[in-house]
């Protein structure tokens, strides 16, 4: 990223799904909230840049809001491995120590075939030197929220995972010469 860069990411909507599942990449946005969608669309910057995860559920909010986004990878949610498509319940009861063990660690622990939270925070990195300068909306995952505010906030990634960051929430961010500056965290507008 080359000068000062002014960023607004949203959680994508909701998952059109079973609540509590650990969704794969082709799970559908729920985009039945109209008003929500029309009042975010309200606060994005005009002309500006944008991107998304490859998710089908951050594209199909990214085009709710009006966006054409360019798609970065390195913008995708935290991959859970031989988890993904289960539910957290089910897990619970039958994950036995491997997904105990995660949860005692939730940063530098990896599900089975998955990347641990310090893998997705150095992936969004690299992710965030692809962004030109200038404003710029990224439509992504709340996971991928957590690691741009891991980097921006200089924090650990168990620190980071402390944010709560809802469906289609705004989060400001800019970098700056002098740093990074954030505007606000998991703003619902209405």
């Given amino acids: 990223m080359e000068g000062e860069t002014f960023l607004w990411l949203v959680r994508h909507a909701p998952v059109d799904g079973v609540k509590g599942t650990i969704h794969a990449a082709d799970a559908p946005a729920d985009l ?82 998955g990347e641990s939270f310090e893998d997705q925070v150095a992936r969004v990195r690299r992710g965030l030197s692809q962004i030109d300068a200038g404003a710029s909306t990224l439509v992504v995952h709340s996971g991928t929220i957590r690691a741009v505010l891991c980097v921006a906030l200089d924090l650990t990634p168990q620190a980071a995972l402390r944010f709560v960051i809802d469906p289609l929430s705004l989060t400001r961010i800019d970098r700056l010469a002098t740093g990074w500056r954030v505007v606000c965290v998991n703003q619902r507008i209405s």
Wanted: proline share 10%; no cysteine; net charge neutral.
């Fill in 32 to 113: 039945g909230d109209r008003t929500q969608l029309d009042a975010l669309r309200q606060r994005l910057p005009q002309d500006a840049a944008s991107y998304a995860s490859p998710a089908r559920r951050t594209v199909e909010t990214a085009r709710a809001l009006g966006l054409a986004p360019k798609l970065v990878p390195e913008f995708s949610e935290q991959e859970f491995g031989d988890w993904t498509g289960r539910r957290h319940d089910q897990l619970a009861a039958t994950g036995g120590d491997p997904y105990a063990q995660f949860w005692n660690d939730p940063a530098r622990g990896k599900p089975p075939g």
